[in-house]
């Protein structure tokens, strides 16, 4: 029986080296060409001609109009030294080099070694290609690779662009180049801080990697890695990206920037024109309008002062010295408007207020106030709260709701709240006992936080458990009327007032069931926002005690 030949491990391992090694080759070979041999540095002209065996041996001294010429680059000079032997020079004076249409050298010192094809300019170097100049005052440029660097400090012109380092290189066949150290992009509109920079000048793109700032007018952007745009202003920002706006155009000293107004921090952040988006742990925080926006996602056209949110949304309202206002909804939309007109902000409006839009599963928390509705708006400007669709907003342990609410608050605390619809208003008076007001429209009014007055209109509905003087509960009242006035004290319902009420006075214990709650009670404690981390968990209505909308009776129109 025929059995294969056996291989020892050693010749796979030989093998698998020898595969991986041509793997490396080939891809070397692909990634950078080997270089070619060059031919014969040639002397075309020049004035003056010397050579002295004993004092130079090798060398040809040139003067007067010197020309040299070596694989299509010129070279021209005041004097130089020829070196046949080792196919290399020597340009001393105005020295320039040209290669083709797009490429020239100028400087007042060259060696330049035919063998390595690399040229080394020192002392006001020049260097063109297409419509970039880089300025140094030492270059090497490489033939073979199309590189020239520099290392002691030079600055790239393109157009109205410019680029200083310490340290750079272009590449002449892609026209991209690369810089570091100190590195400073600037421009009549803008200026680019950064360490480490790559620069195309085909696409005007500039990817900055490391800690660097965008500084244009009032503005100054932070990002560890982004790209930039230099002809159209836009930007990518990839890492630890922050955009702050400052009172007054300011430059960078040392590495604290405090007096900003505003300022924007998220995980990545892209310029198109004058719309900003941003991607991941957003934070907004506007110091002005004492307001602070949290969010996975949003865009904001500062222009114009318009902005969307979405993803997690939180917005935080802090006018008031002593407590803060949370906001949630899952998808919160700014506008500005022009504080004289009332419309929409134009790029010339100055004295603006802004309003915020919450759309779906709208929940606010503060100490004194919580908020439950379908949809709210928020005006900065008057500190106005309204809310929409099957709202409910909580007090201490006065829970109101409606149609509509509009609450309006002062700079510390809530001061009124108007209900306008199917008025629901109901305070705990222990776990089992409910006082209750229902009407069409209902305003509360407060002092410090607390309700002080409470006023009822449109077929009114009242169940009522007074408070005896040891704080017992002994009676209930029910009452039907058209007006209601309600006046509280230490949070608790002292007394009403009503004209021409009907209704009955019961012992609590022989009081009708059907008697013990208004038509459209209900207790929407599970709803509640407990606290500001509760905004997110959205708790709906039971199907059941949903408002049922009544539409309003418009007018009949007159045709004339």
Same mark, same amino acid.
């Given at each position: 029986m025929k059995t294969r030949p056996h291989i020892s491990s050693l010749k796979i391992l030989f093998y698998a080296?020898?595969?991986?090694?041509?793997?490396?080759?080939?891809?070397?070979?692909?990634?950078?060409?080997?270089?070619?041999?060059?031919?014969?540095?040639?002397?075309?002209?020049?004035?003056?001609?010397?050579?002295?065996?004993?004092?130079?041996?090798?060398?040809?001294?040139?003067?007067?109009?010197?020309?040299?010429?070596?694989?299509?680059?010129?070279?021209?000079?005041?004097?130089?030294?020829?070196? !046949?032997?080792?196919?290399?020079?020597?340009?001393f004076g105005k020295v320039r080099a040209k290669q083709g249409d797009t490429l020239s050298l100028n400087g007042d010192y060259l060696f330049y070694n035919g063998s390595s094809g690399i040229a080394e300019m020192r002392h006001n170097v020049v260097m063109k290609h297409r419509g970039q100049t880089l300025l140094t005052d030492s270059l090497n440029y490489d033939r073979l690779y199309g590189i020239g660097y520099y290392f002691d400090g030079g600055i790239l012109k393109d157009g109205d662009t410019q680029l200083m380092s310490d340290w750079g290189e272009y590449h002449v066949n892609t026209r991209e180049a690369q810089f570091n150290y100190n590195v400073n992009?600037?421009?009549?509109?803008?200026?680019?801080?950064?360490?480490?920079?790559?620069?195309?000048?085909?696409?005007?793109?500039?990817?900055?990697?490391?800690?660097?700032?965008?500084?244009?007018?009032?503005?100054?952007?932070?990002?560890?890695?982004?790209?930039?745009?230099?002809?159209?202003?836009?930007?990518?920002?990839?890492?630890?990206?922050?955009?702050?706006?400052?009172?007054?155009g300011i430059e960078l000293k040392g590495d604290s920037i405090s007096n900003f107004t505003s300022r924007l921090e998220a995980d990545s952040i892209a310029k198109d024109g004058d719309w900003i988006k941003v991607f991941g742990h957003v934070e907004y925080l506007d110091r002005e309008n004492k307001s602070m926006l949290l969010c996975d996602f949003a865009q904001y056209n500062d222009t114009i002062g318009q902005a969307m949110a979405t993803g997690h949304t939180l917005m935080k309202e802090f006018s008031s010295p002593s407590d803060t206002l949370f906001a949630h909804a899952d998808t919160l939309r700014l506008y500005t408007y022009d504080m004289a007109t009332?419309?929409?902000?134009?790029?010339?409006?100055?004295?603006?207020?802004?309003?915020?839009?919450?759309?779906?599963?709208?929940?606010?928390?503060?100490?004194?106030?919580?908020?439950?509705?379908?949809?709210?708006?928020?005006?900065?400007?008057?500190?106005?709260?309204?809310?929409f669709r099957d709202p409910i907003v909580w007090n201490e342990d006065n829970q109101i709701l409606g149609e509509e609410i509009h609450v309006f608050l002062n700079d510390s605390t809530v001061d009124s709240i108007y209900?306008?619809?199917?008025?629901?208003?109901?305070?705990?008076?222990?776990?089992?006992?409910?006082? !209750?007001?229902?009407?069409?429209?209902?305003?509360?009014?407060?002092?410090?936080?607390?309700?002080?007055r409470a006023e009822s209109e449109g077929n009114v509905?009242?169940?009522?458990?007074?408070?005896?003087?040891?704080?017992?509960?002994?009676?209930?009242?029910?009452?039907?009327?058209?007006?209601?006035?309600m006046f509280l004290k230490e949070k608790k319902m002292q007394r009403i007032w009503a004209p021409k009420a009907q209704g009955t006075f019961y012992p609590i214990s022989q009081a009708p069931a059907d008697k013990s709650k208004v038509p459209n009670f209900a207790w929407?404690?599970?709803?509640?926002?407990?606290?500001?981390?509760?905004?997110?968990?959205?708790?709906?209505?039971?199907?059941?005690? !949903?408002?049922?909308?009544?539409?309003?009776?418009?007018?009949?129109?007159?045709?004339?």
């Open positions: 080296a020898g595969f991986l090694f041509l793997l490396f080759a080939l891809n070397t070979w692909a990634v950078r060409p080997p270089k070619k041999p060059q031919g014969r540095v040639y002397l075309i002209h020049a004035d003056r001609l010397s050579y002295n065996e004993i004092e130079n041996p090798g060398a040809q001294r040139l003067a007067g109009n010197v020309h040299f010429r070596h694989d299509g680059m010129d070279m021209f000079a005041d004097s130089a030294v020829f070196f !046949q032997e080792s196919n290399s020079l020597e340009a992009l600037t421009s009549p509109r803008y200026r680019l801080v950064t360490d480490t920079m790559r620069y195309d000048a085909r696409t005007k793109w500039a990817e900055v990697l490391g800690p660097s700032n965008i500084f244009q007018d009032k503005d100054v952007v932070y990002t560890e890695h982004g790209f930039y745009n230099t002809d159209a202003e836009t930007y990518r920002l990839m890492k630890a990206s922050q955009r702050s706006k400052f009172y007054r009332d419309s929409l902000k134009t790029a010339e409006s100055d004295s603006v207020y802004r309003v915020v839009y919450g759309y779906y599963h709208a929940r606010a928390y503060r100490s004194d106030l919580q908020v439950v509705s379908d949809s709210l708006v928020f005006n900065l400007r008057d500190k106005q709260l309204h809310l209900v306008d619809r199917q008025a629901l208003l109901v305070q705990q008076v222990d776990s089992t006992l409910f006082n !209750q007001v229902t009407g069409k429209q209902m305003r509360a009014y407060f002092t410090e936080g607390e309700m002080q509905c009242i169940v009522y458990y007074p408070l005896e003087k040891d704080s017992s509960i002994v009676n209930m009242t029910y009452a039907e009327t058209a007006l209601l006035k929407f404690d599970y709803v509640r926002p407990r606290d500001k981390y509760d905004l997110f968990d959205w708790r709906p209505k039971s199907q059941k005690d !949903q408002l049922k909308a009544v539409p309003r009776r418009v007018a009949p129109v007159q045709h004339l």
